[in-house]
């Protein structure tokens, strides 16, 4: 009885957490719906952690109908969300799914979030996907003329910027997600709740065929730009795929450079991993060609052997 008891009250005290959040949302503008949406899955995160899947799901129900009685219409759908992601997080450490496929489906929740509230139903959350292409097709054309440069002629800019915001939808709601799986584990350390812990970042690594994918994305992606198809449909997939493998293989390469300098220096780390960001940011097609050959070779497991010279003898 006491264990029930418990549940309930947890339950409505993650409700509570939720309804002042967005009670303090609307009193601040929609700021924290607007900058602080990796905030809302936390408490799902903790319920579900705790008590599982059957016992969440009237928990999430009750952060649905207080939601929409609280909140806006588009607010409520971004919390409702949210806390969908933080229920499947908070379940899957429960049920001690793998971590890393955790992960990657919290990604990949996250990113279907965002694609269909800034996408998909933009008009419904009051955005004008058609009007910010072209604002910023024209600020980039007046930029261009002053600057003496001028873009190639086969080059669909309109199209190519209309990509470009929908691939930075579906990387937000991959930040988002990584986000709140980061502050969740922070969570978890200071509540102290038991989890088991994950593996270490420096042994991910990705099959090869990950590898082989992300350079054909991005061999298809720079064709796209160069000589556009004919088939507007094929153009939009092969520019939005292949800058999401051009983002992973950069990511991959900036994280091969911190596991690869880790190894070699490991008193080092900080500054390596300041390295590799501005590596991400300044030189971000080497940073990717450097991941491809970090996936579909044996550099990584020769790393973690201690040989210090194998990224020499790639």
Known sequence: MNKDVRKITDGAMMCAIVGVLLVADRQ??????????????????????????????LTFTAM????????????????????????????????????????VLTMLIGAVISVLTTVVFAAFFGYDLTADVTD????????????????????????????????SA???????????????????????????PGKPLLY???????????????????????????????????????MCAFFYLIIMGALAFVVIGTALHPKSRKWIGVIAFLMMMIAS??????????????MHQRMLKGDSHAAEDE
Do not use: C
């Open 136 to 167: 910023t097709t024209q600020m980039l054309e007046q930029a261009m003329k002053q600057t003496g440069m001028a873009m190639p002629a086969n080059v669909d800019l309109a199209s190519l910027i209309r990509n470009v915001l929908v691939v």
């Open 204 to 242: 991910y690594f990705p099959p090869k065929w990950a590898g082989y994918l992300g350079i054909a994305g991005l061999v298809a992606y720079y064709y796209s730009v160069y000589k556009p198809l004919a088939n507007a449909m094929a153009q939009n997939v092969f520019q939005g795929l292949g």
């Open 28 to 57: 601040l503008g929609g700021i924290l719906a607007g900058y602080l949406l990796f905030l809302f899955p936390l408490p799902m995160v903790f319920f579900a952690t705790r008590y599982g899947w059957k016992p969440s799901w």
């Open 170 to 196: 579906i990387l937000t709601g991959v930040l988002e997600a990584l986000v709140t799986h980061f502050i969740s584990m922070l969570m978890f350390k200071r509540l102290h709740m038991h989890v088991a």
């Open 64 to 103: 649905i109908l207080m939601s929409f009685v609280i909140a806006t219409p588009q607010t409520a759908v971004y919390v409702v969300s949210e806390a969908f992601l933080g229920m499947v997080y908070g379940a899957g450490i429960y049920e001690n799914w793998d971590r890393r496929r955790l992960v």
């Open 285 to 298: 097609l080497p940073t990717a060609v450097f991941g491809f050959l970090y996936i579909t070779t044996d």
